[in-house]
């Protein structure tokens, strides 16, 4: 069955150190977005990419970057850690805008 | 900007009633609604896509339908189980964004 897994699960870091979480989906959907997840927040968009070589940022990507270099992977990378960066993040994919949003189980990363 | 709202913020209801979850939006040029049921610690789970074009979709005891005019989607869960306690979002693109409302938090009691 297709699916769309995140690595690691569980991550604690250091302020300061760069961080990559890894998103893969197999649907073969040319959409992926990275999203993060706070108490009194809800979930807010990193960055999303529409295909091959596109990023885009969404309304929370200062110290997040992703590159997409083929159609199932997105990783998203934190360039230096901060506290403010303690959250769940999620991937997701979706075959056009008009078809469903499939999330994977997330990552929750802790920054200390 | 686009502002997504769900009332109530938690639900408690026995097993066995039917309930509406509500979703309301302030701009209705959108693509479509998602709703999706998130339990405590795993990620998002989709039940049900309505396109823009469409007033409702039904999938088993789910139904959720959508009114763009009054910019509100409703979900409307029928006899209810302790099983489908979750906490419930709905999710809408409008414009090249994917916008989430904050939640309903549903505890079905046995």
């Given at each position: 069955d297709a699916e769309i897994t995140q690595s690691p699960r569980h991550k604690i870091t250091e302020t300061g150190r760069q961080v990559t979480l890894a998103c893969h989906q197999t649907?073969?959907?040319n959409n992926m977005f990275w999203y993060r997840q706070d108490l009194g927040h809800g979930l807010r968009l990193i960055h999303y990419s529409y295909g091959v070589h596109d990023t885009n940022k969404g309304e929370?990507?200062?110290?997040y970057s992703v590159s997409r270099s083929n159609t199932e992977d997105l990783p998203l990378t934190l360039e230096s850690a901060a506290s403010s960066q303690t959250s769940v993040y999620f991937c997701a994919s979706s075959g056009n805008l008009y078809n469903e949003q499939f999330f994977g189980p997330g990552t929750r990363l802790t920054v200390l | 900007k686009q502002e997504v709202t769900q009332i109530p913020a938690a639900l408690s209801v026995p097993e066995g009633e039917n309930l509406v979850l509500n979703c309301s939006f302030t701009?209705?040029?959108?693509?479509n609604l998602q709703w999706f049921r998130q339990d405590p610690g795993k990620g998002l789970t989709s039940l049900l896509l309505i396109q823009s074009s469409q007033r409702e979709q039904t999938s088993g005891r789910l139904n959720a339908s959508l009114d763009k005019s009054s910019g509100r989607s409703t979900l409307y869960i029928a006899a209810?189980?302790?099983?489908?306690s979750a906490t419930y979002l709905c999710a809408l693109w409008n414009f090249n964004k994917f916008y989430f409302g904050s939640g309903t938090k549903l505890n079905v009691k046995p």
């Open positions: 649907w073969n959907h929370v990507s200062d110290g | 701009d209705s040029a959108i693509y209810s189980q302790p099983g489908d």
